[in-house]
């Protein structure tokens, strides 16, 4: 089956200690990309990637970080995770390689920092 | 730079009301266009694209190049219909980048 995985699905986390939030697509997509999801903002992006070692700021990249060292898998990184980084976290992945791909998204993950 | 507008955060209807839900985009050339639907905090899905033409649970949406608009309709709005709506947009053939930009979303809310 297609899919997009992410994990952990929840995490409640002190702010300071460093995670990860992995992500896993099983479709050989080029296209990989983080969101955020908070109340009466939508969904915003953090980082995207295109192909394997290229990755890009999205909108609000500030404290995340990235790596796509295989197709298939692109964690997104917290290094000092902060309250305001509580949130919804979805990830996506997308063939890429023509206009207008559909964007698939994985099941999110639950973020609490405090 | 392309931009898209849902200019409400909240929309709410009876069942069996006609729904409308806004979207506006900004963008030069010829863009591409979507509906992604978020049920009760799921992952978000395709719901339709105008490309395709087709009507997805009774919802369509029609491309206005004139008034930049892309909104999403249904004639008669079902409990069911409750949730999250965000447009999308991707740059078309004449762009390059097929990097999608959402709107901020429109919760839609079916009363019984």
């Known amino acids: 089956e297609a899919q997009v995985t992410q994990n952990p699905r929840y995490l409640i986390t002190v702010t300071g200690k460093k995670l990860t939030v992995t992500c896993s697509q099983n479709m050989n997509h080029e296209y990989m990309s983080w969101y955020r999801q908070d109340p009466g903002l939508g969904l915003r992006q953090i980082y995207y990637?295109?192909?394997?070692?290229?990755?890009d700021k999205g909108d609000v990249p500030e404290g995340y970080k990235v790596s796509r060292k295989e197709k298939r898998n692109f964690p997104l990184i917290l290094e000092s995770p902060s309250p305001n980084q509580t949130s919804l976290y979805f990830c996506?992945?997308?063939?890429?390689?023509?206009?207008?791909?559909?964007?698939?998204f994985g099941e999110g993950s639950w973020l609490t920092v405090v | 730079a392309q931009r898209v507008t849902q200019p409400e955060k909240l929309l709410s209807v009876f069942k069996g009301a006609p729904v409308e839900l806004k979207c506006n985009y900004s963008y030069s050339g010829s863009p591409e266009l979507f509906w992604y639907v978020q049920y009760s905090r799921q992952r978000l899905q395709l719901l339709l694209r105008h490309i395709s033409r087709e009507s997805i649970k009774g919802f369509t949406a029609d491309l206005n190049k004139g008034e930049t608009s892309f909104h999403l309709k249904k004639p008669f709005a079902q409990e069911e219909d409750s949730a999250m709506y965000y447009c999308?947009?991707?740059?078309?053939?004449?762009?390059?980048?097929?990097?999608?930009?959402f709107g901020r979303g429109t919760s839609l809310i079916v009363h019984p």
């Open positions: 996506a992945s997308s063939p890429g390689t023509e206009v207008g791909n559909t964007i698939y």
């Open positions: 990637s295109m192909n394997v070692e290229v990755t």
């Open positions: 999308a947009l991707s740059e078309g053939p004449s762009g390059g980048s097929y990097i999608p930009t």
